[in-house]
Nanobody, 128 residues
Framework: QVQPRDSGGGSVKAGGSLKLSCLAS????????MGWFRQSPGKQREGVAR????????VHADFVKDRGVITLSNGGSTLNLQMFRLKPEDTAMYYC?????????????????????WGQGTQVTVSE
């Protein structure tokens, strides 16, 4: 399957905002699960957002961490995670994950983590 392309990370001060983007038209054109994970040294991988995609595309936000908002752009080809009021503990590598879903599949973080196709990752660094 095609690897999604994530971008938008950077270095910001606490209280600032960033918008992460994931180009994944191969998945948004059909039935899929998509989400964002973050990973930092010494911490477990954490699911940040999870959505169910249907043709249209239509998106159902199953889960979004606080201080985050999910949107679609670029004709529905791009999934965005807008993050605001960032804190130092938000510092991590953020990964977009996407996978085609079949009739019996339910979008969960476990499903994404085990079956998903991972983006390259984009670094978010938040300083005091």
């Amino acid at each position: 399957q095609v690897q999604p392309r994530d971008s938008g990370g950077g270095s910001v001060k606490a209280g600032g905002s960033l918008k992460l983007s994931c180009l994944a038209s191969e998945y948004t054109n059909g039935n899929s699960c998509m989400g964002w994970f973050r990973q930092s040294p010494g911490k477990q991988r954490e699911g940040v957002a999870r959505v169910t995609i249907s043709p249209g595309p239509t998106v159902h936000a199953d889960f979004v961490k606080d201080r985050g908002v999910i949107t679609l752009s670029n004709g529905g080809s791009t999934l965005n995670l807008q993050m605001f009021r960032l804190k130092p503990e938000d510092t991590a590598m953020y990964y977009c994950v996407a996978v085609t879903r079949g009739p019996g599949d339910v979008c969960t973080f476990s499903f994404l983590q085990e079956r998903g196709n991972w983006g390259q990752g984009t670094q978010v660094t938040v300083s005091e």
